[in-house]
Structures are given as C-alpha cells and as structure tokens.
T-cell receptor
Framework: KNQVEQSPQSLIILEGKNCTLQ??????????LRWYKQDTGRGPVSLTI?????NTKSNGRYTATLDADTKQSSLHITASQLSDSASYIC????????????FGSGTRLLVRP | EAQVTQNPRYLITVTGKKLTVTCSQN?????MSWYRQDPGLGLRQIYY???????DKGDVPEGYKVSRKEKRNFPLILESPSPNQTSLYFC??????????FGPGTRLTVT
C-alpha cells in the first residue's frame, strides 16, 4: 500500500535554531517527492520538488534531501524565523498514477521567540 | 496574478441542504482536483479532472459530485450534506510540470 509517514508530528524550536523534518515513503514506482508549507487555515504552498535523480534541492533557508534507496526524505530549515511556524507536508507521486498524490499527515512546527 | 480561488471561504449549513463550492483557476491548467483535510489524516483526494468533461473519483468520493464544463472552473457539489462532511476543503490545479497550486480553502460545517 502506498503510504507517506512523517515525523515528528509536532516540533517546537527557538527562533534562530535549525531543525530537520523527516519523511518516509513506500510509494512505488516512485515519480517525485514534494515538500509543502501550509500556514494555518490556508492552502499548501510548494517548497521543493525532487525527482528520482535528485538528492538535494534548496529554496532559500529550506533544503530538502532525498534518498531513493532508503525511501527517505528530509527537510532542513536553517536559522528558523517566527514565520516558519506552519505545517510541513511531504507528498509523493507514483509513475503509474501520476495524477495522484499521496500525502503525509504533516509535521506541525512552532517557532518561539 | 496566477491563482486558484474558492468560494465561499466559510460555510455553515444544515444536514440535507444542497450546496456548491466553486473553484476557479486562471492558469489554463488542464488538471484540477478537490481535497478534504481533516485533523491527523492529511489531505485526501475527493475527485479530479484531467480536462473538460473528464472527471474521476479520488480516494473519498462518496457524497460528492463534480462537473467540468469549462477548463477554468471545477465546482464541488454536496447534494445532501451530512455532519461527517464537516471539513476543510481545498481545490487545486496542476501545471504541465506537475507543480500543484492550491486554493485558499473552504471551511464547511454541517450541523
């Protein structure tokens, strides 16, 4: 069964600190993996998208990594800011159903001053 | 500005009263979809459409209908809403490069 699991479920960090969010997936055959940021009550916004051949991609202070062998991805946030407080969602799509995305349940991040 | 719009943003209704949530995109995307988001469950796909007049069920289609008469619009219809359809709904459209754009969400409460 295609699944995407994220950890931790929630995380609290102090402003300025770094953090890493994890995503494990069992989607096969793999097409691409995306990380989204979702502010409370708003629609998700894309941060990064990686295909099988990519193992790292950055978007400002956000850096995503992908290990297609172990089926793991991480999202690293550097020098966190209060505006980073949001849910971060890992989404994987399979090549045999490229119209369908499999969503993780997200990690809720709270950055405190 | 490229965007996906939804209306209404908030809706409180009663069981059995038909309602429609509109969705419109201005990016000329062929692919559009509807999701619901519930606490602890993540986003689940309700219906999707690959083009005008082409729609198909997602993971949780029961109790919902959609139509795609024009490329830009993809309304979600609840013929007889029930309390278990209380949720946060998102419309999305997808570009040829598989980038997905979400609308701002519609918070629906069915009493």
């Amino acid at each position: 069964k295609n699944q995407v699991e994220q950890s931790p479920q929630s995380l609290i960090i102090l402003e300025g600190k770094n953090c890493t969010l994890q995503c494990n997936y069992t989607v096969s055959p793999f097409s691409n993996l995306r990380w989204y940021k979702q502010d409370t009550g708003r629609g998700p916004v894309s941060l990064t998208i990686m295909t099988f051949s990519e193992n790292t991609k950055s978007n400002g202070r956000y850096t995503a990594t992908l290990d297609a062998d172990t089926k793991q991805s991480s999202l690293h946030i550097t020098a966190s800011q209060l505006s980073d407080s949001a849910s971060y969602i890992c989404v994987v799509s399979a090549t045999d159903s490229s119209y369908k995305l499999i969503f993780g349940s997200g990690t809720r991040l709270l950055v405190r001053p | 500005e490229a965007q996906v719009t939804q209306n209404p943003r908030y809706l409180i209704t009663v069981t059995g009263k038909k309602l429609t949530v509109t969705c419109s995109q201005n990016m000329n995307h062929e692919y559009m979809s509807w999701y619901r988001q519930d606490p602890g469950l993540g986003l689940r796909q309700i219906y999707y459409s690959m083009n005008v007049e082409v729609t198909d069920k997602g993971d949780v289609p029961e109790g919902y209908k959609v139509s795609r008469k024009e490329k830009r619009n993809f309304p979600l219809i609840l013929e007889s809403p029930s309390p278990n359809q209380t949720s946060l709904y998102f419309c999305a459209s997808r570009s040829l490069s598989y980038e997905q754009y979400f609308g701002p969400g519609t918070r629906l409460t069915v009493t």
